[in-house]
C-alpha cells in the first residue's frame, strides 16, 4: 500500500521565478491539505483540496494556488517566489468520510530553496 | 499568535526511563488533538490522536493525556527506547462544515533524545 509521495524531493529556484510541486495521496484517500514548513518550526496549513475544489485555505497569499486532479492527485503551485518562501512543503492525504476525525498521513516533503 | 505552543524545544531522557511531551493550546474550539514524529529527511508519523471528550488514550508505549481547563495536554512515552529520538509534533483542529476535512494547527516541535 503506497503511502503519500511527493515530486520532486528538492528545488531550488531564484526570486521571481513560479515552482510546481506534486503529490500523490496514499490509496484510497480523497483529500490533499499542503503544508509549509519553515525552519525550526512546525507545519503551517495552506489550502485544502476535495472533490477538486479548493476547502480551505491558512493564511497564505494568492501567490500560492493548487489544484486537485481527478485521481485525487494535487499540485502547489507558488507564482513570483520570495526568500521567505524557502521551506519543506508537506503534503497530507486523508479520507474526508473516513469516520476518524480524518488522520491525515504526510508525505516526505518537497525541499523548496530559493536564492 | 500561535494558538498551539510547545515551550520546550528539547528533551533529554534516559533509555528506560519516561518521555513527557508538554503541548499548550489558546483557541477554546480545538476538540481533536494529534501528536506526530518526525524524522530528518521524512515526514509527520502520526503517532496517537485523542477526541475533546476524553482524557486519556493509551496506545502501547504511548499515552496522550488531555486536561480541557488547562488547554493543556502531554505526550508520555514509557519506556523510552533510542529509536524515539525524533522531533514531536503536537497538532489541534476543531469541528468545520460538512465537505472539508480538519486543518491542523501545529506547535514549533520538541526535539527528544534517548539517551543509550
Known amino acids: 500500500d503506497a503511502g503519500v509521495t511527493q515530486s520532486p524531493t528538492h528545488l531550488i529556484k531564484t526570486r521571481g521565478q513560479q515552482v510546481t510541486l506534486r503529490c500523490s495521496p496514499k490509496s484510497g484517500h480523497d483529500t490533499v491539505s499542503w503544508y509549509q514548513q519553515a525552519l525550526g518550526q512546525g507545519p503551517q496549513f495552506i489550502f485544502q483540496y476535495y472533490e477538486e475544489e479548493e476547502r480551505q485555505r491558512g493564511n497564505f497569499p494568492d501567490r500560492f494556488s493548487g489544484h486537485q486532479f481527478p485521481n485525487y492527485s494535487s499540485e502547489l503551485n507558488v507564482n513570483a517566489l520570495l526568500l521567505g518562501d524557502s521551506a519543506l512543503y508537506l503534503c497530507a492525504s486523508s479520507l474526508l468520510a473516513g469516520g476518524s476525525r480524518d488522520t491525515q498521513y504526510f508525505g516526505p516533503g518537497t525541499r523548496l530553496t530559493v536564492l | 499568535d500561535q494558538q498551539v505552543k510547545q515551550n520546550s524545544p528539547s528533551l533529554s531522557v534516559q533509555e528506560g526511563r519516561i518521555s513527557i511531551l508538554n503541548c499548550d493550546y489558546t483557541?477554546?474550539?480545538?476538540?481533536?488533538f494529534l501528536w506526530y514524529k518526525k524524522y530528518p529527511a521524512e515526514g509527520p508519523t502520526f503517532l496517537i490522536s485523542i477526541s475533546s471528550i476524553k482524557d486519556k488514550n493509551e496506545d502501547g508505549r504511548f499515552t496522550v493525556f488531555l486536561n480541557k481547563s488547562a488547554k493543556h495536554l502531554s505526550l508520555h512515552i514509557v519506556p523510552s527506547q533510542p529509536g524515539d529520538s525524533a522531533v514531536y509534533f503536537c497538532a489541534a483542529s476543531s469541528s468545520i462544515s460538512s465537505g472539508s476535512a480538519r486543518q491542523l494547527t501545529f506547535g514549533s516541535g520538541t526535539q527528544l533524545t534517548v539517551l543509550p
Open positions: 483557541n477554546s474550539m480545538f476538540d481533536y
